[in-house]
């Protein structure tokens, strides 16, 4: 099993900005990716960011150029900093975490408890 923790999030003014971080703990196989999805109410989810445990990293539409993502390995933690934020960007966000031992093995996926993310005008 596999425990995600969530940090950061809250409400900030429209162009402001935001780091959430999540850490996981747990057996961690050696491939993995880590990253964020968000759910505003009445909408699905969505990606966010994601990296890989080799450091290749993909951002969704609406987030390329404002949010960056980083990782500590040593730390089994990933860093999202998200700038200029838009109203539009509010929603709940959740960190995901797949992991697999070996390319060709079936994932595993986990999902974190969500983080809020309010952006006032």
């Known amino acids: 099993q596999v425990q995600l923790v969530e940090s950061g999030g809250g409400l900030v003014l429209a162009g402001g900005s935001l780091r959430l971080s999540c850490a996981a703990s747990?057996?961690?196989?050696?491939?993995?990716?880590m990253g964020w999805g968000r759910q505003a109410p009445g909408k699905q989810r969505e990606l966010v960011a994601r990296?890989?445990?080799?450091?290749?990293?993909n951002f969704g539409e609406s987030v390329k150029g404002r949010f960056t993502i980083s990782r500590d390995n040593a730390k089994n933690t990933i860093y999202l900093q998200m700038n200029s934020l838009k109203t539009e960007d509010t929603a709940r966000y959740f960190c995901?975490?797949?992991?697999?031992?070996?390319?060709?093995?079936?994932?595993?996926?986990?999902w974190g408890q969500g983080t809020q993310v309010t952006v006032s005008s």
């Open positions: 995901t975490f797949t992991h697999r031992p070996t390319p060709a093995a079936r994932p595993s996926d986990y």
């Open positions: 747990g057996r961690i196989f050696s491939i993995w990716t």
């Open positions: 990296i890989t445990s080799d450091g290749s990293s």
